[in-house]
C-alpha cells in the first residue's frame, strides 16, 4: 500500500517507538486505539494522515520537527540510492515503444 517513501516514514516511527521502550500496546493506549490499530499502520496496512502523525509523535514523545528532519535525510538518502532505477517510474520503453 505503501511507497518506499511510506516504508521510510513506516520504519522510522517504528525505530523511535522501539527506542522509546514503548510496545504497541503501550502506544495504542496512549492513543486510545486498539493494539491492532497500531500494528496495521506499522505495516503499511493502512497510512496516517498528518494529524494523526501528529498525535503519534506526541504519544511517543518525539519532537515533530526533529523526527521532520530525520526523515528528511533518509528519504533524501533513498532517492540518491533510487537515482537510476526505474522501479517507481513507468516501464521502460525500446526506441520501437516496445517494452524493453
Known sequence: ??????????????????????????????????????????????????????????ALGCDPVAFHAELETRLAGSAAGEAGTESDSAPSTSRNGRKA
Open 1 to 58: 500500500m505503501y511507497s518506499e517513501r511510506g516504508k521510510v516514514l513506516l520504519a522510522l516511527l517504528r525505530e523511535v517507538r522501539l527506542a522509546k521502550g514503548i510496545s504497541q500496546v503501550d502506544l495504542a493506549s496512549r492513543l486510545d486505539l486498539e493494539q491492532t490499530h497500531v500494528s496495521r499502520i506499522e505495516r503499511g496496512g493502512r497510512r496516517l494522515d498528518v494529524l494523526e502523525l501528529r498525535s503519534w509523535l506526541q
